[in-house]
């Protein structure tokens, strides 16, 4: 785990957050700064520090990802609406914390242009 | 192919569009109605209507997906300012062709809320 690294002391517990899911492979817990009534951001256990990091061998953890978000949507009963998931990549982008997460937002209509 | 699928039709090239990278398993091509200097749509050649239709046997293309996100801002030279990427699931959150597709988009400073 890198010392420094916010959302692996969140993983470690180290640091409070309201989790909404967990397994083996990931960790989804609320925006502290929601942009929508549902906000979520689902994170990786394994440090990865930009989408730029990812690797081939990550493929199946980038899939799994996406089964979370409509797992959590479907069970939060927001899917059916609809939601959208972003990813931020560098500082351009807005990416603030240096471990890959992904964002997933619903509860609302969501406009056009994505930012 | 089912028969009203615009996304499909493009990837037959039965519908002209602007496509700046392909490979056995995805197309990008440029978003009709770019929300940003480099904005480009990433679509599987696997129809599959929405990310709830998603299942696990997916997972290494939807990782494949943001592999080929990271090339191409690398290739265009826009991936160390920084990029997103998005996808719409249903009405709410603004999808509007029935063909899970993934934006990318950098060239310029993006801004929060995410739409």
Known sequence: MPEECLFCKILAGEIQSNIIYRDDLVVAF????????????????KHIRTTLD???????????????AGKIAHDMEFAEEGFRVVNNCNEGAGQSVWHIHFHLLGGRDLTWPPG
Request: net charge negative; proline share 10%; no cysteine.
């Open 30 to 45: 609320e925006d502290v700064n929601p942009q929508a009534p549902h906000h979520y951001l689902i994170v990786p256990r």
């Open 54 to 68: 990812l690797s081939t061998a990550d493929n199946e953890l980038i899939g799994h990802i996406y089964q979370v």
